[in-house]
């Protein structure tokens, strides 16, 4: 994905003045691979980091490598960053020494400069790249600079722009005749425009302001933005909506085997087959469910766009530009190549948001209004209702136990719709069908009837496969179309409700056995690195809490049985209110060579904190008109008041690859707080979230 | 309105008189942002539920998303730009700095802002007391630890 297609130094390094430029298709989103990269650079080149700069980036600037997804940019940008610098490095040692004399291990590479035999004159790395053809394949073998004693904590690249309020995001974006612009969105997803009242939409054209109609595809724009907003409203108003409606059954009991698609999972991969049968009389079983849930973004997704006649750019906080940029050319018509995509920051986006979709409604206002820049932003209440959101999962395990209560066999089904809904090119128009406004365009595409994911650790299936040692599995994915909502990739994919069901069962084993929680993993765990981890946590947490309806849980994930290993532990309280308070939390982590400690440490805190939301606040809700988690109060999330006191462990592995971590926590932290709600009650909740209301229910029941 | 009756609206943002053309009933976050280019104050809801468009009015924390514009006339108003003209704005940027209290960046203005309100009413805050201040404050990235020790470290440098 990243050398292949890009084997050329000059693919990911440069220099501009005295300043080391590096490329890359990754963006940043907050998760800090733009330190990363230049940590990467730093060591392999010595070059201070205030020389360094991540260049913008842009389709037929950039490197494609694809999505920024997965935690996988360390492992794929990261690692073409360092191999194009080590050749860089020595390509730049050879020039040296051819012109200006001595052999090339004569010359030393301090701070970015190249010092030679007899001289005290460093030679500059950026001048001496500026004349060099770096059109030279990145050697593989390249030799790097050793790891480093102590891993680094670089400053986070943008920080003292954020802080001081100079940070530009799409949102601040400002050209000279821009037009904001918002969208009027029917009341669901199946209603259409039947029309507009001619009297409002006189009123407003009066005004001077825009609109924009394809079909059931309604905009309005206008110099101002509060304008705007105010006009929106009332174009509202003056707009008959007919059809539509949502299915309000009960989509748990749609999530069936008898309803999907069924795959069955090998080494982590799925593969059309005969299912085998479901193992009888198994000694414990059980289902754990995942309503569909938001990404939720503060920033409501919004993008800048301007078509000139023949040339289309868009600025968006895009995950992918490349596909998105092929998505949009074929929704219009275009030539890809007229298509410019450049990213800016949005806010933390957690996966597939709006930001695509909102992309190409800017693009369609921009055709519609040639010449003028339009900035188009999503309403909080559009973000919330239209987002395509993860989707609503369930997992049914089962497992056979020998004498000491170990697994002898163990069997486990995820049953979802589909993450697969970002917009790239594929069969039957995927990529136009997977973007939201063509749905409503006079001229509709999509929506794509979705796709089984085949890849290894994709999809529903990531994390299905347990990471434990089990004489004999069975692994089932399956698939459920027709769900009422549109779905796409969040944050984890399956790991999470995967992670969740699995440490919740192990937990369920181990005392079903009367065998402590962490030894029972340990019993089940080959991989002295995970053992380590789970040592480090076990001798972290210390004593347990004690007190009534107070309780600890741990958890033990590795994410996608390849990336970062994490265990967490949880400490939490229940108030008589039914209300779970974390009083405190330890994530041990292991992600191989640590390239940049403080970044890694945010994404474990971040990861446990998200998780920890979904695991006691988050839940889509809707009823036959439509969605009805519109904003913040009736889609709540985690806030500060119930933020416990976090110690994240690292566990540097210098001499290991370094692996993705930023997906790696939210698994395990909600099976540590699924674990810790079973210890401080004595009820095993298996439906997230843990809500006030789910736990009194939960109560009467027992 | 025609032009008539307009009324000038005079705000005082970060120790600058400015006379107004958007109409007073304008919320103040898109008289900042879209009028004066004051881009830093953040629109996260418009709905005052998540805390990305505070900004200080006579030293306290308030959300400017519904609030209007003329409601400010008199008040002394600070945003996140102007932040750095006192000496705990500064202390409060620096410990953010320090404490790396921030990943995608979207709600930290709002939060710089909080911070400082709350420190100049409360210096040194306790840890609930700092949570309690901060909830109104949405972070989606999960921030929270890192702004917890930059309230420790702005308050413990007084």
């Known amino acids: ?702 | 309105m025609g032009a008539g009756d307009a009324v000038t609206l005079r705000l005082r943002i970060n120790g600058r008189d400015h006379t107004v053309a958007s109409p007073p009933d304008t919320p103040l976050v898109y008289v900042l942002r879209d009028e004066l280019g004051l881009k830093g104050t953040k629109l996260g809801c418009g709905l005052e539920q998540c805390g990305a468009c505070a900004v200080l009015a006579d030293g306290e924390a308030v959300l400017s998303c519904i609030a209007e514009a003329g409601a400010f006339a008199g008040r002394e108003i600070v945003t996140v730009e102007g932040l750095a003209e006192t000496a705990t704005g500064r202390r409060v940027q620096a410990a953010f700095v320090r404490a790396s209290a921030a990943q995608c960046g979207y709600c930290t203005a709002g939060l710089v802002v909080a911070v400082t309100g709350l420190l100049r009413k409360t210096p040194n805050p306790d840890r609930d007391t700092a949570k309690a201040a901060l909830t109104p404050h949405i972070c989606r990235c999960g921030s929270h630890p890192r702004v917890l020790r930059a309230v420790g470290i702005a308050s413990a440098a007084r």
């Not at chain 1, 825009?210 to 309604?218: A, C, N, Q, T, Y």
């Not at chain 1, 089984?452 to 089932?476: F, S």
């Not at chain 1, 399956?494 to 992670?499: E, F, I, R, S, T």
């Open chain 1, 1 to 702: 994905m990243s050398l292949g297609p890009h084997p050329l130094v000059g693919h990911w390094l440069g220099a501009e003045g005295d300043v080391l430029v590096v490329r890359t298709g990754k963006v940043d989103i907050g998760q800090r691979i733009s330190t990363a990269l230049m940590q990467i650079a730093h060591e392999e080149l010595t070059q201070p980091l205030e020389c360094i700069r991540v260049a913008p980036v842009a389709t037929g600037e950039c490197p494609d490598e694809g999505i920024t997804s997965g935690s996988n940019s360390v492992e794929q940008s990261g690692r073409a960053v360092r191999l194009a610098a080590a050749t860089l490095r020595r390509m730049a040692t050879a020039e040296a020494a051819r012109r200006l004399g001595g052999e090339p291990p004569d010359w030393r590479l301090e701070d970015g400069a190249l010092t030679g035999p007899g001289s005290n004159r460093p030679v500059p790395l950026t001048g001496l790249i500026a004349d060099m053809d770096l059109g030279v394949p990145v050697d593989l073998d390249a030799p790097l600079a050793g790891p480093r004693a102590r891993p680094a904590r670089p400053p986070m690249a943008g920080l003292r722009d954020i802080v001081t309020g100079r940070y530009r995001f799409v949102h601040d974006l400002d050209a000279p005749g821009m037009l904001h612009a918002r969208v009027v969105r029917p009341p669901n997803a199946r209603a259409r425009l039947a029309g507009v009242d001619a009297a409002v939409a006189a009123r407003l054209r009066a005004e001077g302001l825009r609109i924009v109609r394809d079909g059931s595809f309604l905009a309005v724009a206008g110099a101002r933005e509060w304008d705007v907003v105010k006009a929106a409203g009332r174009l509202f108003a003056g707009c008959a909506w007919q059809g539509g409606g949502l299915p309000e059954d009960d989509v748990f009991a749609r999530l069936t085997p008898a309803n999907a698609e069924r795959l069955i999972v090998e080494d982590g991969t799925p593969r059309a087959a005969p299912v085998p049968p479901a193992p009888d009389a198994p000694a414990h079983a059980a289902r754990y469910e995942r309503p569909f849930t938001m990404h939720a973004a503060l920033a409501p997704s919004a993008a800048l766009a301007t078509w000139d006649g023949a040339r289309l750019d868009i600025v968006t906080h895009s995950q992918g530009i490349y596909p998105l940029r092929q998505s949009i050319a074929d929704s219009l018509g275009l030539d890809p190549r007229a298509v410019c995509l450049t990213h800016a920051p949005g806010s933390g986006c957690y996966g597939h948001n709006g930001a695509d979709d909102a992309a190409f409604e800017a693009a369609l206002l921009a055709m519609a209004l040639p010449g003028a820049p339009v900035l188009l932003k999503w309403s909080r209440e559009d973000e919330h209702a239209w987002e395509p959101y993860g989707t609503a999962m369930a997992v049914e395990l089962a497992a056979a136990t020998g004498p000491a209560g170990e697994i002898t066999a163990y069997s486990a089904e995820a049953i979802a719709g589909t993450f697969r809904g970002r917009p790239r090119p594929g069969k039957g128009r995927a990529g136009p069908a997977k973007l939201l406004a063509n749905r409503f365009r006079a001229d509709p595409v999509g929506p794509a009837r979705p796709e089984p994911n085949l890849n290894r650790q994709g999809g529903m299936h990531r994390n299905l496969d347990p990471v434990y040692r089990l004489p004999e599995v069975r692994l089932v994915k399956n698939l459920v179309a027709d769900l009422p909502h549109r779905t796409s990739a969040l944050r984890c994919l399956g790991a999470a409700a995967n992670v969740f069901a699995l440490e919740s069962f192990m937990d369920e084993l181990a005392a079903i056995a009367g065998r402590d929680a962490l030894d029972y993993r340990r019993a089940h765990l080959g991989d002295a690195r995970a053992l380590a981890v789970l040592d480090r946590l076990g001798a972290a947490l210390g004593a347990a809490p004690s007190g009534a309806m107070a309780g600890r849980g741990v958890a033990y994930a590795q994410y996608k049985n390849a990336m970062a290993r994490v265990g967490v532990g949880v400490d939490l309280h229940v108030t008589d209110l039914s209300e779970v308070r974390l009083d405190r939390a330890v994530i041990v982590a292991d992600a191989g060579r640590v390239i940049d400690l403080g970044g890694l440490e945010a994404q474990l805190e971040g990861g446990f904190l998200q998780g920890a939301s979904w695991a006691l606040c988050e839940a889509v809700t809707w009823d036959r008109d439509g969605i009805t988690s519109r904003d913040w109060d009736s889609y709540p999330v985690l806030r500060f008041d119930n933020v416990p006191e976090i110690e994240v462990i690292v566990l540097d592995r210098p001499g290991d690859a370094s692996v993705g971590a930023g997906e790696a926590a939210p698994g395990p932290a909600l099976g540590a707080i699924a674990n810790a709600v079973c210890a401080a009650t004595g009820l095993r909740l298996r439906r997230l979230p843990f809500t006030p209301d789910a736990i009194s229910r939960a109560a009467l029941r027992a």
